[in-house]
């Protein structure tokens, strides 16, 4: 089946980049979307970045627009997110999804999800 796998997280100063990667397995991905979430504590889960494994397209939150870049490496089977001039409010646990669909914000249709990898931005 499929799995997802994150890493790259840890502690970070404000102002700090960080890579996050998500190795992806079990499946045939080219139909797929994947995008990357992030939960902070006590709060809900909110979409950041998305991006198409075929065709490349990629779709940001607004919110999120020249903070973060997502890509993708075809032969690795990996999805990165790039996340620049992080600041004590990125703290969070981010996660990896995967769907067979087109891009969307909406968390509840994504069916496959990784474990997260915890951010933590502090001076």
């Known amino acids: 089946q499929v799995q997802l796998v994150e890493s790259g997280g840890g502690l970070v100063h404000p102002g700090d980049s960080l890579r996050l990667s998500c190795v992806a397995s079990?499946?045939?991905?080219?139909?797929?979307?994947m995008a990357w979430f992030r939960q902070a504590p006590g709060k809900g889960r909110d979409f950041l970045a998305g991006?198409?494994?075929?065709?490349?397209?990629?779709y940001y939150a607004d919110s999120m627009k020249g903070q973060i870049t997502i890509s993708k490496d075809n032969a690795k089977n990996t999805v990165y997110l790039q996340l620049n001039r992080l600041e004590p409010e990125d703290t969070a646990v981010y996660f990896c999804?995967?769907?067979?669909?087109?891009?969307?914000?909406?968390?509840?249709?994504?069916?496959?999800w990784g474990q997260g990898t915890q951010v933590t931005v502090s001076s």
């Open positions: 999804a995967a769907a067979p669909r087109p891009i969307t914000t909406l968390s509840y249709l994504y069916p496959y």
């Open positions: 079990g499946g045939v991905f080219s139909d797929y979307a």
């Open positions: 991006i198409r494994w075929s065709e490349g397209t990629t």
